[in-house]
């Protein structure tokens, strides 16, 4: 009988078979969260000739999405801390899986919206379980690069989508690439199996023998033996709720956050949704304007995975400062007359710093506040930043039903990325932010990577 102490066991961990898994599992759900959320994007050149949809109009539909995406952060992320992260997870996957695929048997754009608006509830809620589920057993040295890397499947899910894009609507039109989200589906009940639930919670439940299972395949050298308890302290303080987030300290923080993910998401999901129209009305053609959309996703896969590396060795909110304001310039460039190639070097860049910082940002919320509010923390912080989301498109509608030209319209999405640089450089980094029973284990003051500001 021993008292084992599981964040010491976890951080220290080599990473192995176990963490493999946790990775491949959580990166397998992102990329069809990321191919469900930009599959409008992909439609919306066809669906604004086939429906005869005006700018306005096409950016209202895209924004029900948005809507369920922030309602779905902001209630499941909570849900989760009481009733476990896996059958969250499960619900979720459901949720957009099913109404994606519905998405392709509609008839008129109330039906594709409510379909748009379920399917979002399910792929916001996934996303802050996710990155809470990989943090939590990412040993301490690899948790910013294993966090990135698992998100970035959000931008291999925009590329697949894309890519499916231009194969398939010429052939079979736009409804075909919502049938391919019956993938997850049919995969569920494998990812049940082998996804592992949350070590917190199954400890919180009084579930120990399967925690000290869980322990044991992530650290071999842990041998569980018969009464060992195990010390997952979450801080008498931690409670579960909106108000917690404000407290020791963290008020200002969490502002700071919540406008950072504000502006991050507006600049994602008004390039998402708009980028192969404007590059349309520029005159490149339906395929080429969709690889736009493919090299931007590209992007943000090196810029996340990237930027994860860097941030393993570095001040990650330095690090973030530094690709908000790299974001506002590669966007701003976007609208001056380039040759082909540097635009996609651009719009690559674009990639790497608005979705790719987008990545990021999960991983330094997930890393700022103690585990009992971590879920709650990263799903507030998502959940007010999808009002961004949900104005990105409008946005986008409302400038190119103004007909202005194109730079204009680049410049003012670059905007929010030097607003987002600002609010990360006044987030107050320190231990006071953890609960005093709590600081000497909280992930968020133990993570080593950022330096005391």
């Known amino acids: 009988m021993a008292l084992v102490n599981a964040h010491k066991l976890i951080d220290e961990a080599k990473f192995g078979k176990f963490h493999w898994n946790v990775l ?19 439609v919306l050149p066809v669906l604004m000739k086939e429906w005869h949809l005006d700018p306005i109009q096409a950016g209202t539909l895209g924004s029900y999405a948005l809507f369920g995406m922030m309602f779905g952060a902001l209630t499941f992320g909570s849900l989760s801390d009481r009733f476990g992260r896996k059958p969250v997870i499960a619900v979720c996957v459901v949720l957009f899986s099913l109404f994606t695929v519905l998405n392709g048997f509609v008839r008129d754009t109330t039906e594709f919206a409510i379909c748009r608006f379920v399917a979002g509830l399910g792929i916001g809620g996934v ?9 939590e057993y990412a ?40 049938f391919v989200a019956a993938v997850p589906l049919l995969l569920l009940p494998v990812i049940l199996f082998l996804l592992p639930e949350s070590i917190g919670f199954l400890i919180k439940a009084g579930r120990t023998a399967e925690a000290a299972d869980k322990l044991a395949r ?20 931690g409670q579960a709720s909106l108000p917690a987030l404000f407290a020791g300290g963290r008020g200002v923080s969490t502002v700071m956050f919540w406008i950072a993910f504000f502006m991050c998401l507006l600049m994602v999901y008004a390039l998402g949704s708009w980028l192969p129209k404007l590059m349309n009305n520029a005159g490149y053609g339906l395929g080429s304007s969709l690889s736009f959309l493919l090299v931007l996703n590209f992007g943000a896969i090196f810029g996340a995975v990237g930027g994860g590396h860097i941030a393993d060795r570095m001040n990650l909110k330095r690090v973030l400062v530094a690709f908000f304001v790299i974001a506002a310039i590669s966007i701003s460039l976007l609208g001056v007359k380039s040759p082909t190639l540097v635009l996609y070097v651009l719009v690559a860049v674009a990639g790497a710093t608005t979705i790719g910082t987008q990545i990021l940002l999960y991983a330094y919320v997930a890393q700022f506040y103690p585990m009992a509010i971590r879920s709650t923390g990263i799903g507030w912080a998502s959940g007010v930043g999808r009002s961004g989301a949900i104005l990105g498109p409008v946005l986008g509608g409302t400038l190119l039903a103004w007909k202005l030209p194109l730079m204009q319209n680049f410049m003012a999405f670059a905007v929010p990325g030097v607003i987002a ?16 029973e709590e600081r000497d284990l909280a992930f968020a003051a133990e993570t080593g990577m950022m330096e005391p500001d």
């Open 24 to 42: 491949f599992w959580t990166a397998l759900i992102i990329i069809f969260d990321g191919y469900d959320l930009v599959i409008y994007g992909v």
């Open 127 to 135: 996303m802050p379980n996710a990155v809470a589920l990989m943090t």
């Open 139 to 178: 040993p301490k040295r690899l948790r910013s690069t294993l966090v990135a890397v698992m998100f970035s499947g959000y931008s291999v899910g925009g590329m697949l989508s894309a890519g499916l894009g231009m194969t398939l609507i010429p052939v079979y039109g736009w409804s075909a690439v919502f």
């Open 218 to 237: 992530l650290e071999p050298s842990y041998k569980p033996q018969p009464g060992d308890e195990i010390s997952f302290p979450t801080g008498a303080t």
């Open 421 to 436: 640089a600002i609010a990360m450089s006044l987030v107050v980094r320190g231990a006071q932010h953890a609960p005093e």
